[in-house]
């Protein structure tokens, strides 16, 4: 059976994408590694940050929807996003974002974890990881390698159908539940792929009592991708899929990876990203992300779509 090895990439809306680049490239350091439009509606930016080249687990991508109202987050979506920082980065963090006036919680019972918002009100918390340490960091003048961010810790999904979530996560991903915790009604089961020792591993899935389904906008995660190893595995997970019942779009082509969606049974969208070929398809490592690429569809209008995009500096 093909196994999902991790998460692959998560998406959000922002309403500003030189305000959301601001914050994601210089203020957290991650690397922008590539600027492109949202292929279903290009006149509005796609941008995709991660690590040096962008592995799967490290990509946070961005649609700009900048007539969006906030989010008002609820049931039927992923609700909050953890990033790794190595062992002993927290305080450097808080820091480094107290000096920036960004508002930060440390988190309750811990110093090794710390909580804050994007512009946008997208939940965010850095948290030091036992394997961080051993991935190389993506470094800026600001950032050095004992702070740098290595990619997705977790990400929390928000569902009223709790156990059909954790039976597909189980039996079409290959994940498995790891820890539980209820409380006053509310249950937590953490799910983990098959080596939790990477970025984009884990996952949990809440389940709170009388939760109203959330209202998307901006600073909503739109959707989560899930890696496949090439398309054999991805068509597999496909199939199991739509064996549970679920609608699974026919494949598409994204250029730096081929994807299949399909909406889990409570409502949160899912993707399934194939690992290749990845984005040095169409630029070299060292110019990732400097300039606007577009499919070769959108070529022979590409003068028409740089003069309606907004800017990023
Ligand atoms: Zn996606």
């Known amino acids: 059976m093909a196994v999902s090895p991790g998460l692959h990439h998560i998406t959000a809306i922002c309403s500003d994408g030189g305000r959301t680049r601001d914050f994601y490239e210089r203020l957290l350091g991650l690397r922008l590694v590539k600027r492109t439009v949202n292929?279903?509606?290009p006149q509005s930016w796609h941008l995709y940050f991660g690590d040096t080249t962008g592995a799967p687990g490290t990509i946070l991508t961005f649609f700009e929807w900048p007539e969006a109202d906030p989010a008002l987050p609820g049931s039927g979506e992923a609700v909050a996003l953890s990033l790794a920082i190595p062992?002993?980065?927290a305080h450097g963090w808080v820091r480094r974002l107290t000096d920036e006036d960004v508002p930060v919680a440390i988190a309750p019972g811990g110093d090794d974890a710390l909580a804050l918002h994007d512009p946008d009100g997208l939940a965010i918390e850095l948290i030091e990881q036992d394997w961080a340490d051993a991935l190389p960091g993506?470094?800026?003048p600001e950032i050095g390698e004992e702070q740098a961010i290595r990619g997705i810790a977790n990400v929390t999904?928000?569902?009223e159908n709790i156990d059909a979530t954790a039976n597909l996560l189980e039996d079409a991903l290959g994940w498995r539940e790891y820890a539980r915790a209820s409380h006053a009604g509310m249950l937590r089961l953490r799910y983990g792929a098959p080596d939790r020792?990477?970025?984009g591993r884990v996952l949990d899935l809440l389940?709170?009592?009388e939760t109203?389904?959330?209202e998307q906008g901006a600073g909503s995660i739109h959707h989560i991708a899930f890696r496949a190893a090439d398309d054999d595995a991805q068509k597999e997970?496909?199939?199991?899929?739509a064996a549970a019942g679920l609608r699974v779009t026919e494949m598409r082509d994204r250029t730096y990876f081929r994807s299949i969606y399909a909406r889990e049974p409570s409502g949160v969208l899912l993707e399934v990203a194939t690992e290749g070929p990845g984005f040095t398809v169409d630029e070299t490592v060292e110019t990732l992300g400097l300039r606007l690429q577009l499919p070769a569809k959108l070529e022979s209008v590409r003068a028409e779509i740089e003069e309606n995009l907004t800017s990023l500096d």
């Open 157 to 159: 999904l928000l569902v």
């Open 237 to 241: 997970m496909g199939a199991r899929f």
């Open 39 to 41: 292929y279903d509606d």
């Open 212 to 214: 109203d389904p959330a």
């Open 87 to 89: 062992k002993g980065a």
């Open 138 to 140: 993506y470094t800026t």
């Open 207 to 209: 389940k709170v009592p």
């Open 197 to 199: 020792n990477g970025p």
